[in-house]
T-cell receptor, first 114, second 110 residues
Framework: DTGVSQDPRHKITKRGQNVTFRCDPI?????LYWYRQTLGQGPEFLTY????????KSRLLSDRFSAERPKGSFSTLEIQRTEQGDSAMYLC????????????FGPGTRLTVT | GIQVEQSPPDLILQEGANSTLRCNFS?????LQWFHQNPWGQLINLFY???GTKQNGRLSATTVATERYSLLYISSSQTTDSGVYFC????????????FGKGTKLSVIP
């Protein structure tokens, strides 16, 4: 297994711009999760996919945020009209279905909105 | 939603000392994980332990699901153990989202 990968690792953008992040889960993991972590806090859940279906969404996921997993493999998270409050680390995780639901995390994308 | 409390929030240890980190949660869970977050932000899986006891080298963990707490033991601490330790739980019953505690920041000094 190559682990969960995320791209880019760092993104600096100006307020009002749109950004898109990509996550590639561990192969054969059909569940994929997005979390957000701000400085000094634990990660907070944003949304979750099983295959291509988006099954859970947090209230943190405002209308400016959209996530997709079109073919049940990689996922993208888009933030439109970024705000300074969106500055955070965006983490992706994946897990299998079955007895163990252990989640494995990627290295994260650190977003800075100036 | 489920609440997760970790203690202590900060811990400073001399190299070679032992420590116990605690995680309390407010409801039954089907997933409990302990992570170590390194200085670059990567969450490293330590244990998947919704119940029972596991050991991995100098680390061990115990979850008493009926009493809704988990303990992470670090023995003979090393400077490389420094970082933030997170406990995270998921309630199951169709919900797989992890709820994290605020973490314990461990500093191991030589």
């Amino acid at each position: 297994d190559t682990g969960v990968s995320q791209d880019p690792r760092h993104k600096i953008t100006k307020r009002g711009q749109n950004v898109t992040f990509r996550c590639d889960p561990i192969s054969e993991h059909n569940r994929l999760y997005w979390y957000r972590q701000t400085l000094g806090q634990g990660p907070e859940f944003l949304t979750y996919f099983q295959n291509e279906a988006q099954l859970e969404k947090s209230r943190l996921l405002s209308d400016r945020f959209s996530a997709e997993r079109p073919k049940g493999s990689f996922s993208t998270l888009e933030i439109q009209r970024t705000e300074q409050g969106d500055s955070a680390m965006y983490l992706c995780a994946s897990s299998q279905t079955g007895r163990s639901v252990e989640q494995y995390f990627g290295p994260g994308t650190r977003l800075t909105v100036t | 939603g489920i609440q997760v409390e970790q203690s202590p929030p900060d811990l400073i240890l001399q190299e070679g000392a032992n420590s116990t980190l605690r995680c309390n949660f407010s409801d039954s869970v089907n997933n409990l994980q302990w992570f170590h977050q390194n200085p670059w932000g990567q969450l490293i899986n330590l244990f998947y332990i919704p119940s029972g006891t596991k050991q991995n080298g100098r680390l061990s963990a115990t979850t008493v699901a009926t009493e809704r707490y988990s303990l992470l033991y670090i023995s003979s601490s090393q400077t490389t153990d420094s970082g933030v330790y997170f406990c995270a739980v998921a309630p199951g019953a169709g919900s797989y989202q992890l709820t994290f505690g605020k973490g314990t920041k461990l500093s191991v000094i030589p």
